[in-house]
């Protein structure tokens, strides 16, 4: 394998390491789901919904709660939906027995689960103190030069006379900047509230018409689109002109459940926003979620939405987010901003040195410097630290960048008396981190190998941090790179993702009045906003109609740079798993004669492999245009880690290349179109670190004057070998999957569990890849693994008008008609005793220390079925299964699966 430079440093995941320490599994079951909420879609148009006439129904929700009532489902809705987008509603049910009751209901397409969203977590922030904050960038025009916006705003192209609906946390339209006022005339001139101060995603929401912030992101979000000119720091939206309608769909505090989202995409539509845009998101993988699905929904009818890839960089590829995984969403990823701030501490003897850090670190005492290690290593601080470690409180440590995260060094150094620390860099690009849970901020390599050198020749010098007059910028380093923390695709049905990128890293901005008026944060929050006004500028010179609309996407990939994974000029380029398309071009989405259709490929895994694609050019000119056509593959990403099937960060990238057949140039007459074939070959490489390529096919005029790409993206293995399931001991220490008992602990042993307090099991586990579907089921004690299952595929009876099979599936093994019931709905022949558990679209989880993101546990708390039936006391084990990719939900052998140990159930209450 050939590393490009910039990755020799990136370092495999360490296999030894065991990262997360048992004891801290909290009990019970971990997902982020509102508890029996669910989104219910109705078909209003082919079923009516009573069932009694077959005709359309005039009224689908009265028709559907009527049929609620027939069947004595308890429930309140919380939410309805009408429209073209979508028909249906979000109710509580009191249990799932109703689920089984309502799935039943004739005209009942589909029923999802709700997910909860949590607020955007952004990577820095910092309140602007007043106009000699010296964190202000030197330029505060210069996103809008890295996006030739600088040109379009000189030809007076400010947005005027297009809408853009905002969904995010509330918006401070009383704000100078931001029109001084709410309602028609002003600059927001609609908006609504769906929630509510109070509302945390999991209580009711209080709707009412004000979408004040209390949160500040959505203001900032704001700014970035529409804050007018003639502020203090010389700051203006993208398209000041355009009208916004602000949807606030957070509380103060807490998260943002997805039947919400979906009330506020639909409102927006409704509403008729030609621009619809989203900072919100979290861990999906999946094109499938409610929202994103409606959201894609929203642009195929005709409107550009855009939404943020997020800001999971860190956990490498595959950990698209949703609803920007929606498949004809725009998903905007972060590259950063040209100046960065920076501040600098005191080091005794030498020149101050500047680390990555929007405030100086919280800490006064000056202190000599200590090194974890004394030599080069790659996972330094990555362990707990050896018992014989001095007290570390007396110096500023020194540890080297590497392996795992940040917080976790600063942990283990904190956990030997650390108060303060230093992480010098390893070639990875800088940034700056939330320091947890002692102060630390990142230096460079250089200045890292002067400290250690320094403390080797017995003169450690002292190093302290003033907390005033040592800030600065400087012209940022990784200054029109991709932000570190921007996440990378693609999706896990093989849908590229993000779509483009835009500056997200160190933004300023406008924030409530009350919260300081502006700030500098940084977050793809803030690079999709900057995308939103593009947008306008778009529709403002192309028209503001649907074609454009749905043209939008094509016009910003094919216009925009593709990024380098480093400032180096022979560096490869950065994958489009995490660029997209590239950092847009506003000037020449508007301005270029020729016009490129479409704007990705997706060539998807080897087994459902499409290298052959059509490529169309439009030369809207007056003049006969030649192009040259020309390859430019970006680095190859390694998904995995060599050895391991962990994910990895930094995401290695190899020079290996796809090759692509095509003409060397196409002449297209003006006002002509013309088509050409274009046909991609993937790199020879080894599958087993599911590589994913991707690269540029560049459309240039011969006189240079415009010059575009598509972009393509494949996975060089066949998806449906990626293992699922974590089943190594590189996380715990203990293999997983694995039992815990009553106690907590991993036992192997048979247990008898009595349901009494917290003397019921649960399983622990890990997914590697995302899962369409997990499903925990109740066997018997003698069943064995199910590998040896014959392949025999079982009939399902088609449901009228259910969307997706999931559900289908679904009801099946709720009624316990899986298995050896036998009935509709089977998907093996394992006989299983009834279900306990299933999630649908299930995001894969990351290194993370945290229930949810880095693991996940179910807990049989009750010991009943996921019907609600009671199990009969007796000797079982649990089976859990997870789908794998591409695989049949309805064949044993596409399911990863794991037996529990046997456990004796001897409940009172059986
Ligand atoms: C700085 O640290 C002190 C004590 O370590 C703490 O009380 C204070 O809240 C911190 N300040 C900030 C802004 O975090
Ligand atoms: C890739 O193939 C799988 C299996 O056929 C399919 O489900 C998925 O939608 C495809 N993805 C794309 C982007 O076409
Ligand atoms: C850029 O990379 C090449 C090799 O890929 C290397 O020889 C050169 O020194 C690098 N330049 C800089 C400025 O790092
Ligand atoms: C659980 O494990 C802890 C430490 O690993 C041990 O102290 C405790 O005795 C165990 N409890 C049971 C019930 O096995
Ligand atoms: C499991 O096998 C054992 C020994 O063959 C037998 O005694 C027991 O009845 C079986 N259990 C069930 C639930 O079939
Ligand atoms: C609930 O599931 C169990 C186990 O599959 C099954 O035996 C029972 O009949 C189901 N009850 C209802 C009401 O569907
Ligand atoms: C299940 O257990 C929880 C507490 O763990 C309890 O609140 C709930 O009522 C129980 N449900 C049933 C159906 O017994
Ligand atoms: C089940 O519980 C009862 C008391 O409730 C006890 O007498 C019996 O020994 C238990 N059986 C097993 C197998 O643990």
Known sequence: MKYALTFLAATAFSAAAATIDLSHIPRGTSKNV??????????????????????????????????MHKRDISWSTTQEYEGDLYTGASVRLSSEDDLVKLANINGVVAIHPIMLHQRPKLPYMHTVTGADDALIPTDTQSTH??????????????????????????????????GGGFGPGYKFASGYDFVGDAYTGLNTPVPDEDPMDCGGHGTHVAGIIGADPGGPYNISGVAYKAELAGYRVFGCDGSVADDILIAAITRAYNENAQIITLSIGGPAGWTSSPSAVVASRAAKAGRIVTIAAGNEGDAGMWYASGPASGIDVIAVGSADNTVTPIQYAKVSGHADIPYYSLTPLNFT?????????????????CDPLPADTPDLSGYVVLIRRGTCTFVSKLANVAAKGARVALIYNNGGSPNSFVPEPIPGALISTEDGAYLLSQFLAGTPPTISFPQDGGSGTIENPTGGLMSTFSTYGPSFDAYMKPQVSAPGGGILSTIPRAMGSYAIYSGTSMATPYVAGTSALLLQTKGASKEVARAARDLLQTTAHAIRSSKNETAL???????????????????????????????NDTANFKGHHTIQIFNSGTKKITYTLTHKPAGTAQSLGTGSIQNVYPVPLTADAATVSMPRTVTVNPGQKKKFDVDIRRPSVDAKAIPVYSGYIEIASQDGAEILAVTYLGIASKLKDATILDNTDEIFGEKIPAELNAAGNITRNEETYTFVDTDYPSILFRLVM????????????????????????VETPARRGLVDDLVDWFFGWLNGSSGHHGGGGSYNQIPTVGGLLTWEYNPRHTLSADPDVGYSTFALSNNTFANNTRIPNGRYKILLRALKITGDL???EDYEAWLSPVMVFNATSA
């Open 34 to 67: 509102v508890p029996n909420a669910y989104v219910v879609e109705i078909d209003p148009n082919t079923v009516g919904i009573s069932s009694i006439t077959g005709k359309r129904s005039m009224n689908p929700h009265a028709d559907l709660y009527a049929a």
């Open 145 to 178: 030069k890295m996006c030739g916006v600088d040109k379009l705003h000189g030809e007076g192209v400010f947005g005027s006379g297009v809408k853009i609906g905002i969904i995010d946390s509330g918006f401070d339209y009383l704000h100078p900047q931001l």
């Open 365 to 381: 005492t000056p202190l000599p410097v200590w090194p974890v290690s004394k030599t080069i290593v790659a996972n330094d601080a």
């Open 573 to 603: 380029l950065q994958t489009a798993s995490v660029q997209g398309a590239g950092l847009i071009d506003a000037y020449n989405m508007v301005h270029y004669k020729t016009v490129v259709s479409p704007g990705q490929l997706l060539l």
């Open 770 to 793: 995302g899962t369409r579907k997990l499903v925990f089921d109740l066997v018997s004690e003698n069943t064995t693994v199910p590998n040896t299952i014959s392949r025999r595929d």
């Open 890 to 892: 309805k064949k044993e």
